[in-house]
């Protein structure tokens, strides 16, 4: 690859380059990035900055670092990807094992996304066609919170904040959903039942017609990042199973240490019917995601009116993301 001189390949960038949550032309910061080691970008200027963002909460193990590298490098020399369906392959079987003895134990199978927001489109998928299965195709619609953010794809930006998320100028193109008042005791305060009134009082009303809750669990994110009492986490549980709907915890962002236990999920010690992981998946090597779910979930797809369930990404369970990310978790290869 040709490398341009700086105030060229930055001419270019404002020129073609549509970069995210930009407009055309582009007038924002854009810093161009040459190098990254640890915590650090080193820039074409020779300046180098702390990446606090963390590549948007993925490079759990700083950036470069060699056992990721060594990994990519042994896999692509076999292949670099290969389509998942009818075939399998050593990264994504031995990866999906390890998620399965990592996560709790109902979550028994895996299915692998190319992105976070595509991890979060299958779990709503596999609710409204489970309920299908069960022959009550009229759950259709999502239980979710305020302030909760699950991604820019069409059925993710429906169960975001309506209001105070960046996907308001979507409302009117959007399926309307259910949103319960965000929680409001903090991680370590006293649980009072009334914080979880607004989201009994939907379930009470319309769990006929909803599938699922979905919920980034103790940690609201991109909503602010608002850490909420556990508690809230096992009354909604709890709830759920009293009528009749699915549990979907995003972990895409809270997963894999990122609050202190290796999901946030465990703060509250339940379980959900299905799980989103994600970005630190590969450290942020590249991307990467799953659902998963518990075997009572996955049976009913083979008896129901399709036979299978009905998604399957380009990109899924790509070799060279799968190796990087199994290379994270191997007991004998510690990072």
């Known amino acids: ?3 341009l001189p700086t105030e060229q390949l930055m001419a270019l960038d404002r020129q073609h380059v549509w970069h995210p949550y930009a407009a055309m032309p582009n007038t924002g910061p854009v810093f161009p990035v040459q190098a990254a080691q640890g ?6 200027t ?3 900055l702390v990446d606090g963002m963390s590549s948007w909460w993925t490079c759990i193990h700083g950036y470069n670092h060699p ?3 060594q990994a990519a490098q042994e896999q692509i020399e076999r292949m670099s990807h290969v389509m998942f369906g009818g075939l399998t392959h050593q990264p994504a079987v031995q990866l999906a094992h390890r998620l399965v ?13 190319d992105s976070g927001s595509v991890a979060v489109e299958v779990a709503m998928k596999m609710a409204i066609q489970y309920w299908h299965n069960r022959g009550q195709p009229q759950k259709q619609h999502f239980l979710t919170l305020r302030h909760g953010y699950h991604g ?5 930006m429906a169960v975001c904040d309506p209001v105070n998320s960046m996907h308001h100028l979507f409302r009117n193109s959007l399926i309307e959903q259910y949103f319960a008042d965000a929680p409001q005791i903090p991680f370590d305060g006293v649980w009072q039942e009334a914080d979880i009134t607004s989201f009994t009082a939907i379930l009470e009303a319309h769990h006929q017609n909803v599938a699922a809750a979905i919920f980034e669990p103790v940690v609201q994110g991109a909503g602010g990042m608002r850490f909420y009492s556990p508690s809230y986490v096992r009354r909604a549980r709890e709830l759920c199973d009293q009528y009749g709907v699915l549990l979907i915890l995003d972990e895409i962002a809270t997963g894999f240490g990122r609050t202190g236990k290796r999901f946030a999920c465990e703060y509250a010690q339940v379980c959900p019917d299905l799980m989103c992981v994600g970005k630190a998946l590969t450290g942020g090597f590249m991307s990467l ?6 075997s009572e979930i996955s049976q009913t797809f083979a008896q129901g009116e399709a036979g299978v369930f009905m998604h399957g990404p380009t990109f899924m369970a790509n070799p060279l993301a799968c190796a990087v990310a199994l290379v994270k978790f191997s007991p004998a290869r510690e990072l």
């Open 67 to 69: 056992r990721l590298n």
């Open 1 to 3: 690859m040709e490398f």
């Open 46 to 48: 020779g300046e180098r």
């Open 101 to 113: 003895q990592m996560t709790p134990e109902p979550l028994q199978h895996v299915f692998f996304c």
């Open 152 to 156: 820019d794809t069409f059925a993710a």
């Open 289 to 294: 995601a799953a659902t998963l779910a518990t």
């Open 39 to 44: 915590v650090y970008l080193e820039l074409e």
